[in-house]
């Protein structure tokens, strides 16, 4: 079981998260994605169609290997609105923040970009 935190607010990043978790995924192990920090910034653009990643995007979401994103961080940077249209769960268990003990005491492996 792994969870892919994406930190980054690059496309160029991000990429290599769905690149992996959906790797991972067609070989049999759990993955869960979280945006948080300036990931969550990234939603609404993934979300747009003409997106290069958009197709990627859309496959880890039906296949639910996005597990949510950052509240405190979706509200600070001004992309809360667009995270909640998105349909995405706005994680926020550690003081605002999707909290990494919470996935290790699942037996998550953490996994940072």
Do not use: W
Not at 7 to 34: Q, T, Y
Not at 63 to 69: N, S
């Amino acid at each position: 079981m792994f969870c892919l935190y994406a930190f980054s607010g690059e496309l160029s990043c991000f990429v290599h998260v769905l690149l992996n978790g959906l790797d991972m995924a067609e070989r049999g192990h759990k993955v869960a994605i979280v945006f948080e920090g300036a990931a969550v910034t990234l939603v609404p653009e993934l979300e747009k169609p003409d997106n290069p990643l958009n197709a990627l995007y859309r496959k880890a979401r039906q296949q639910g290997l996005v597990d949510g994103a950052c509240r405190a961080c979706s509200s600070t940077l001004g992309v809360l609105d667009a995270v909640r249209a998105a349909g995405l769960p706005l994680l926020d268990d550690m003081s605002g923040h999707p909290s990494m003990a919470e996935y290790v005491s699942q037996g998550y492996t953490i996994v940072t970009f």
